[in-house]
């Protein structure tokens, strides 16, 4: 699906520059050539990014599916793109901790928030995978599988958690005898699996449920820019 104009939201991307363009304006005119070069990098930016995706077309399926291998892009996808936004909010807040920047400031402001959103890009070619790919794996894993699952109740890494404490106490029991009793507790606590939610075909279900400790570990990340729409 193609974004209005940009892929990127500039107006985002471009919210550390805002703040301080709102605090030099007056004189903005005077320097407007050496800002104009870093916007202008990330407006070229973006429009490659566009071709890009124009050039991978991806279709989402009739009915979810998921391959081991996306998963495992998708996971590296988002957790480069959560390191790229912690770094971002990073440097928003050093900014705002600042004095009064002067408009000498900002073109380098300019330039270090487009190298972030570059980044961000760069990391969605590096994995292979476009934006449209990367929405519907979103909502499949954290929307309909996870969130299925704990509307039911259902925390899909307690069992691993427990096996591994399990295991834990057998790797320190001194009677073999509990010892290998307890491991086969273990095994047993692995084998046991929370029902799929309404939606989830079995074998997803069962891929995902191995992976539920690193897809619950990056719950919390954030839309990246290139999802975000103008408008």
């Known amino acids: 699906m193609r974004m209005k104009g940009c892929l990127i939201a500039l107006g985002v991307a471009l919210a550390v520059v805002a703040t301080a363009l709102a605090l030099v304006g007056p004189t903005l005119v005077r320097e407007g050539r050496r800002l104009y070069a870093p916007i202008s990098k990330m407006k070229a930016a973006g429009e490659d990014f566009e071709k890009w995706v124009r050039e991978h077309p991806w279709e989402e399926p009739a009915t979810p599916t998921v391959a081991e291998e996306q998963v495992t892009r998708f996971l590296g996808l988002r957790r480069e793109l959560q390191r790229v936004t912690e770094e971002t909010d990073s440097r928003t807040a050093s900014f705002a901790k600042r004095e009064k920047p002067t408009l000498r400031d900002v073109p380098a402001i ?6 972030l959103v570059a980044e961000e890009l760069n990391a969605f070619r590096s994995a ?11 909502r499949l894993i954290y929307r309909s599988w996870l969130g299925g699952l704990r509307a039911q109740g259902v925390d899909p890494a307690a069992f691993e958690v427990a096996a591994k404490e399990i295991e834990k106490a057998a790797s320190v029991e001194r009677d073999s005898t509990l010892a290998q009793r307890l491991r086969r507790v273990a095994d047993e606590t692995r084998q046991k699996k929370p029902r799929a939610p309404e939606g989830i075909p079995p074998e997803v279900h069962s891929l995902l449920l191995a992976r539920a400790s690193e897809i619950q570990a990056l719950t919390e990340s954030p839309t990246p820019l290139a999802l975000q729409r103008r408008g």
């Open 110 to 115: 300019a330039e270090g928030v487009g190298g």
């Open 128 to 138: 292979g995978m476009t934006p449209a790919e990367y929405r519907y794996l979103d």
